[in-house]
């Protein structure tokens, strides 16, 4: 069974970091896409960032400089560093898998076929 699990959000100041991580299990995702989207309340889910088998890596322009995406295959993991947060970066963030074949569709959630509960970030001004 296939299992993505969202850690490390929280509630933080304006200015402040946090990281997530995303623990993925049940089958190999090495080979995956990985990607964070969020959804802030009454808002439509988002893309955030995204980073392919090879290390290739997408951002949205929101979060670009700010945010950075980093895995760990060995643990079939997947991080997102989070600095500088704003409050409107306040939302769910939800992580998510896929077997993408054109970069380009690795910002649409759609491509992605497994998601996880999400872990809430709250930033306070």
């Known amino acids: 069974q296939v299992q993505l699990v969202e850690s490390g959000g929280g509630l933080v100041q304006a200015g402040d970091s946090l990281r997530l991580s995303c623990a993925a299990s049940?089958?190999?995702?090495?080979?995956?896409?990985m990607g964070w989207f969020r959804q802030a309340p009454g808002k439509e889910r988002e893309f955030v960032a995204t980073?392919?088998?090879?290390?290739?890596?997408y951002y949205a322009d929101s979060v670009k400089g700010r945010f950075t995406i980093s895995r760990d295959n060995a643990k079939d993991t997947v991080y997102l560093q989070m600095n500088s947060l704003k409050p409107e970066d306040a939302a769910v963030y939800y992580c998510?898998?896929?077997?993408?074949?054109?970069?380009?569709?690795?910002?649409?959630?759609?491509?992605?076929?497994?998601w996880g509960q999400g872990t809430q970030v709250i930033v306070s001004s």
């Open positions: 049940g089958r190999t995702f090495s080979s995956a896409a």
């Open positions: 980073i392919s088998w090879s290390d290739s890596t």
């Open positions: 998510a898998a896929g077997w993408i074949a054109f970069a380009s569709a690795m910002i649409n959630s759609r491509s992605y076929a497994f």
